[in-house]
Protein backbone atom coordinates (compact mmCIF):
# COMPACT_ATOMS: atom_id res chain seq x y z
CA UNK A 1 0.00 0.00 0.00
CA UNK A 2 2.85 2.71 0.93
CA UNK A 3 4.26 1.23 -2.23
CA UNK A 4 1.27 2.15 -4.23
CA UNK A 5 0.57 5.48 -2.61
CA UNK A 6 4.58 6.17 -3.22
CA UNK A 7 4.31 5.37 -6.94
CA UNK A 8 1.11 7.80 -7.19
CA UNK A 9 2.63 11.03 -5.39
CA UNK A 10 5.86 10.40 -7.64
CA UNK A 11 3.48 10.29 -10.91
CA UNK A 12 1.78 12.90 -9.95
CA UNK A 13 4.49 15.26 -9.17
CA UNK A 14 6.28 14.41 -12.11
CA UNK A 15 3.17 15.58 -14.25
CA UNK A 16 1.95 18.52 -12.17
CA UNK A 17 5.22 19.82 -10.46
CA UNK A 18 8.14 19.39 -12.64
CA UNK A 19 6.86 20.29 -15.89
CA UNK A 20 5.41 23.48 -14.39
CA UNK A 21 8.51 23.93 -12.70
CA UNK A 22 8.64 27.44 -14.05
CA UNK A 23 5.00 28.71 -14.16
CA UNK A 24 4.34 28.10 -10.53
CA UNK A 25 8.38 29.82 -9.61
CA UNK A 26 7.11 32.65 -11.26
CA UNK A 27 3.62 33.20 -10.47
CA UNK A 28 4.74 32.81 -6.84
CA UNK A 29 7.62 34.99 -7.18
CA UNK A 30 5.16 37.92 -8.81
CA UNK A 31 2.39 37.07 -6.63
CA UNK A 32 4.60 38.08 -3.80
CA UNK A 33 5.35 40.72 -5.71
CA UNK A 34 1.99 41.63 -6.33
CA UNK A 35 0.64 41.74 -2.82
CA UNK A 36 3.62 43.83 -2.11
CA UNK A 37 1.82 46.17 -4.45
CA UNK A 38 -1.22 46.50 -3.19
CA UNK A 39 0.09 47.14 0.17
CA UNK A 40 2.59 49.95 -1.00
CA UNK A 41 -0.01 51.08 -3.06
CA UNK A 42 -2.29 51.42 0.34
CA UNK A 43 0.81 53.53 2.16
CA UNK A 44 1.41 55.58 -0.76
CA UNK A 45 -2.29 56.31 -0.95
CA UNK A 46 -2.50 57.11 2.92
CA UNK A 47 -0.10 59.77 2.11
CA UNK A 48 -0.70 61.16 -0.98
CA UNK A 49 -4.83 61.11 -1.83
CA UNK A 50 -6.37 64.39 0.65
CA UNK A 51 -8.00 67.27 0.26
CA UNK A 52 -5.22 68.42 -2.38
CA UNK A 53 -4.18 65.21 -3.83
CA UNK A 54 -5.70 62.66 -6.33
CA UNK A 55 -8.74 62.31 -4.39
CA UNK A 56 -10.00 65.79 -6.36
CA UNK A 57 -10.88 63.30 -8.92
CA UNK A 58 -13.19 61.20 -6.81
CA UNK A 59 -16.02 64.01 -5.84
CA UNK A 60 -15.83 65.42 -9.63
CA UNK A 61 -16.47 61.96 -10.43
CA UNK A 62 -19.31 60.77 -8.27
CA UNK A 63 -21.03 64.19 -8.81
CA UNK A 64 -21.01 63.56 -12.65
CA UNK A 65 -21.95 60.02 -12.34
CA UNK A 66 -25.09 60.72 -10.24
CA UNK A 67 -26.34 63.68 -12.77
CA UNK A 68 -26.43 60.41 -14.91
CA UNK A 69 -28.83 58.32 -13.04
CA UNK A 70 -32.08 57.51 -13.24
CA UNK A 71 -34.37 54.01 -12.14
CA UNK A 72 -33.64 52.31 -15.21
CA UNK A 73 -30.21 52.62 -15.57
CA UNK A 74 -29.55 52.33 -11.66
CA UNK A 75 -31.56 48.94 -12.18
CA UNK A 76 -29.31 47.61 -15.33
CA UNK A 77 -26.10 48.54 -13.94
CA UNK A 78 -26.57 47.02 -10.33
CA UNK A 79 -27.27 44.18 -12.14
CA UNK A 80 -24.47 44.32 -13.99
CA UNK A 81 -22.14 44.53 -11.09
CA UNK A 82 -23.39 41.57 -9.41
CA UNK A 83 -21.36 40.07 -12.01
CA UNK A 84 -17.97 40.98 -10.84
CA UNK A 85 -19.10 40.72 -7.04
CA UNK A 86 -18.13 37.84 -4.37
CA UNK A 87 -20.75 34.92 -6.02
CA UNK A 88 -20.94 36.62 -9.74
CA UNK A 89 -17.81 36.38 -10.30
CA UNK A 90 -16.44 33.11 -9.12
CA UNK A 91 -19.62 31.64 -11.15
CA UNK A 92 -18.28 33.49 -14.33
CA UNK A 93 -14.86 32.93 -14.09
CA UNK A 94 -15.50 29.04 -13.29
CA UNK A 95 -17.67 28.98 -16.70
CA UNK A 96 -15.13 31.31 -18.67
CA UNK A 97 -12.19 28.28 -17.18
CA UNK A 98 -14.55 25.09 -18.19
CA UNK A 99 -14.75 26.03 -21.38
CA UNK A 100 -11.41 26.86 -22.27
CA UNK A 101 -10.35 23.91 -20.85
CA UNK A 102 -12.90 21.71 -22.88
CA UNK A 103 -11.25 23.67 -25.75
CA UNK A 104 -8.02 23.27 -25.32
CA UNK A 105 -7.58 19.92 -23.92
CA UNK A 106 -5.73 21.07 -20.73
CA UNK A 107 -5.82 21.62 -17.38
CA UNK A 108 -3.23 24.85 -17.83
CA UNK A 109 -6.23 27.42 -17.72
CA UNK A 110 -7.33 26.21 -14.46
CA UNK A 111 -4.01 26.84 -12.78
CA UNK A 112 -3.46 30.13 -14.62
CA UNK A 113 -7.07 31.49 -13.89
CA UNK A 114 -7.33 29.61 -10.38
CA UNK A 115 -3.86 31.20 -9.34
CA UNK A 116 -4.22 34.49 -10.42
CA UNK A 117 -7.49 35.03 -9.00
CA UNK A 118 -6.10 33.92 -5.40
CA UNK A 119 -3.30 36.24 -5.57
CA UNK A 120 -5.97 39.06 -6.71
CA UNK A 121 -8.24 38.34 -3.72
CA UNK A 122 -5.49 38.31 -1.02
CA UNK A 123 -4.27 41.88 -2.44
CA UNK A 124 -7.72 43.26 -1.99
CA UNK A 125 -8.23 41.98 1.27
CA UNK A 126 -5.06 42.97 2.68
CA UNK A 127 -5.42 46.25 0.55
CA UNK A 128 -9.00 47.04 2.13
CA UNK A 129 -7.63 46.07 5.89
CA UNK A 130 -4.55 48.60 5.97
CA UNK A 131 -5.65 51.44 4.43
CA UNK A 132 -9.49 51.45 5.80
CA UNK A 133 -10.76 53.47 3.54
CA UNK A 134 -14.75 54.79 3.77
CA UNK A 135 -16.90 54.04 1.59
CA UNK A 136 -18.96 57.15 0.13
CA UNK A 137 -22.18 58.38 2.33
CA UNK A 138 -24.81 56.28 1.07
CA UNK A 139 -26.79 59.41 0.36
CA UNK A 140 -25.07 59.42 -2.61
CA UNK A 141 -25.03 55.82 -3.64
CA UNK A 142 -27.70 53.52 -5.04
CA UNK A 143 -29.05 50.76 -2.76
CA UNK A 144 -28.13 47.87 -1.58
CA UNK A 145 -25.44 49.87 0.42
CA UNK A 146 -21.43 48.10 0.90
CA UNK A 147 -20.43 48.59 3.95
CA UNK A 148 -16.46 47.16 3.94
CA UNK A 149 -13.69 49.05 3.26
CA UNK A 150 -13.45 51.10 0.06
CA UNK A 151 -9.94 50.51 -1.21
CA UNK A 152 -8.86 49.08 -4.18
CA UNK A 153 -11.90 48.16 -5.33
CA UNK A 154 -12.35 44.06 -5.45
CA UNK A 155 -14.74 43.95 -8.24
CA UNK A 156 -12.50 46.34 -10.52
CA UNK A 157 -8.99 44.07 -9.47
CA UNK A 158 -10.55 41.14 -9.72
CA UNK A 159 -12.54 41.85 -13.55
CA UNK A 160 -9.32 43.05 -14.85
CA UNK A 161 -7.32 39.96 -13.75
CA UNK A 162 -10.28 37.41 -14.80
CA UNK A 163 -11.22 38.83 -17.92
CA UNK A 164 -8.14 40.17 -18.95
CA UNK A 165 -6.74 36.29 -18.64
CA UNK A 166 -9.76 34.91 -20.21
CA UNK A 167 -9.36 36.92 -23.31
CA UNK A 168 -5.21 36.37 -23.48
CA UNK A 169 -6.00 32.44 -23.44
CA UNK A 170 -8.82 32.67 -25.49
CA UNK A 171 -6.75 34.68 -28.47
CA UNK A 172 -4.07 31.98 -28.12
CA UNK A 173 -6.77 29.26 -29.67
CA UNK A 174 -8.25 31.99 -32.51
CA UNK A 175 -6.68 32.53 -35.74
CA UNK A 176 -8.22 35.38 -37.24
CA UNK A 177 -7.31 38.97 -36.44
CA UNK A 178 -10.78 40.52 -36.59
CA UNK A 179 -11.76 37.91 -33.73
CA UNK A 180 -8.97 38.45 -31.74
CA UNK A 181 -9.82 42.31 -31.97
CA UNK A 182 -13.24 41.69 -31.26
CA UNK A 183 -12.40 39.69 -28.27
CA UNK A 184 -10.00 42.03 -26.88
CA UNK A 185 -12.09 45.19 -27.43
CA UNK A 186 -15.32 43.21 -25.67
CA UNK A 187 -12.75 42.35 -22.81
CA UNK A 188 -11.73 45.78 -22.45
CA UNK A 189 -15.63 47.48 -22.51
CA UNK A 190 -16.31 44.93 -19.77
CA UNK A 191 -13.07 45.73 -17.17
CA UNK A 192 -13.76 49.89 -18.05
CA UNK A 193 -17.04 49.27 -17.01
CA UNK A 194 -16.93 47.10 -14.68
CA UNK A 195 -14.75 49.84 -12.59
CA UNK A 196 -17.21 52.78 -13.63
CA UNK A 197 -19.90 51.07 -12.32
CA UNK A 198 -18.51 51.11 -8.96
CA UNK A 199 -18.31 55.18 -9.23
CA UNK A 200 -21.73 55.37 -10.91
CA UNK A 201 -23.39 53.38 -8.12
CA UNK A 202 -21.67 55.37 -5.26
CA UNK A 203 -20.28 52.10 -4.22
CA UNK A 204 -16.35 53.33 -4.88
CA UNK A 205 -14.36 56.33 -5.22
CA UNK A 206 -12.54 57.00 -8.75
CA UNK A 207 -8.70 56.10 -7.05
CA UNK A 208 -10.29 53.06 -5.83
CA UNK A 209 -11.09 52.04 -9.19
CA UNK A 210 -8.02 53.46 -10.67
CA UNK A 211 -5.93 51.20 -8.50
CA UNK A 212 -7.61 48.39 -9.24
CA UNK A 213 -7.36 48.72 -12.85
CA UNK A 214 -3.41 49.46 -12.07
CA UNK A 215 -2.71 45.94 -9.67
CA UNK A 216 -4.96 44.12 -11.59
CA UNK A 217 -3.15 44.46 -14.98
CA UNK A 218 0.42 44.33 -13.42
CA UNK A 219 -0.57 40.91 -12.30
CA UNK A 220 -2.13 39.89 -15.44
CA UNK A 221 1.68 41.04 -16.82
CA UNK A 222 3.13 38.80 -14.56
CA UNK A 223 1.19 35.71 -15.15
CA UNK A 224 1.31 36.17 -19.17
CA UNK A 225 4.61 36.25 -18.62
CA UNK A 226 5.03 32.86 -16.31
CA UNK A 227 3.06 31.16 -19.30
CA UNK A 228 4.97 32.23 -21.77
CA UNK A 229 8.49 31.53 -19.56
CA UNK A 230 7.02 28.36 -19.19
CA UNK A 231 6.14 27.34 -23.32
CA UNK A 232 10.11 29.04 -23.59
CA UNK A 233 11.44 26.23 -21.84
CA UNK A 234 9.31 23.32 -22.48
CA UNK A 235 8.97 24.04 -26.03
CA UNK A 236 12.50 25.01 -27.17
CA UNK A 237 13.18 21.36 -25.37
CA UNK A 238 10.87 19.42 -27.04
CA UNK A 239 9.21 20.85 -29.58
CA UNK A 240 11.13 24.42 -30.97
CA UNK A 241 10.75 27.58 -30.20
CA UNK A 242 7.91 28.69 -27.47
CA UNK A 243 4.35 29.50 -29.09
CA UNK A 244 3.12 32.74 -30.10
CA UNK A 245 -0.89 33.31 -31.20
CA UNK A 246 -0.13 32.75 -35.20
CA UNK A 247 2.05 29.11 -34.09
CA UNK A 248 0.56 28.01 -30.61
CA UNK A 249 2.64 25.42 -30.15
CA UNK A 250 1.02 23.88 -27.18
CA UNK A 251 -2.38 23.34 -28.84
CA UNK A 252 -1.02 21.02 -31.50
CA UNK A 253 1.36 18.67 -28.65
CA UNK A 254 -1.38 15.76 -29.57
CA UNK A 255 -1.18 16.52 -33.36
CA UNK A 256 2.37 16.30 -33.10
CA UNK A 257 2.63 12.80 -31.44
CA UNK A 258 0.35 12.12 -33.67
CA UNK A 259 1.75 12.89 -36.89
CA UNK A 260 5.19 11.05 -35.17
CA UNK A 261 3.68 7.85 -34.76
CA UNK A 262 2.00 8.24 -38.61
CA UNK A 263 5.37 8.93 -39.75
CA UNK A 264 7.05 6.14 -37.83
CA UNK A 265 4.03 3.72 -39.60
CA UNK A 266 4.50 5.07 -43.07
CA UNK A 267 8.00 4.31 -42.62
CA UNK A 268 7.64 0.72 -41.57
CA UNK A 269 5.37 -0.01 -44.79
CA UNK A 270 7.99 1.69 -46.85
CA UNK A 271 10.57 -0.91 -45.53
CA UNK A 272 7.93 -3.82 -46.06
CA UNK A 273 7.27 -2.70 -49.70
CA UNK A 274 10.72 -3.11 -50.06
CA UNK A 275 11.67 -6.39 -48.71
CA UNK A 276 11.55 -9.66 -50.57
CA UNK A 277 8.21 -9.40 -52.00
CA UNK A 278 8.63 -5.81 -53.22
CA UNK A 279 11.73 -6.97 -54.68
CA UNK A 280 10.04 -10.04 -56.18
CA UNK A 281 7.57 -7.46 -57.95
CA UNK A 282 9.67 -5.23 -59.33
CA UNK A 283 11.81 -8.05 -60.45
CA UNK A 284 8.50 -9.89 -62.38
Request: net charge neutral.
Amino acid sequence: MTTRTENWLTERWGKWVVPYAALWITMLIGGVVVVILALTSAEVYDNVVDDAGLANLDKPALAFMEQLRNPGLDAFITGFTNIGGGIGMPILASILTAVLIYTSRSWRPLILIGGAAAVSVTATSLGKKLIGRTRPDHADAVPPYENSPSFPSGHTLNTTVVIALVVYLACLHIKRTGARIALIAAGVIFIVAMGLSRVYLGHHWMTDVIVGWVIGLAWVGIVILAHRLFHVLRHREHAGDAPTFEHPAHLHEGATKGSAVGTAQAGTNDADTSGPAGRSSASG
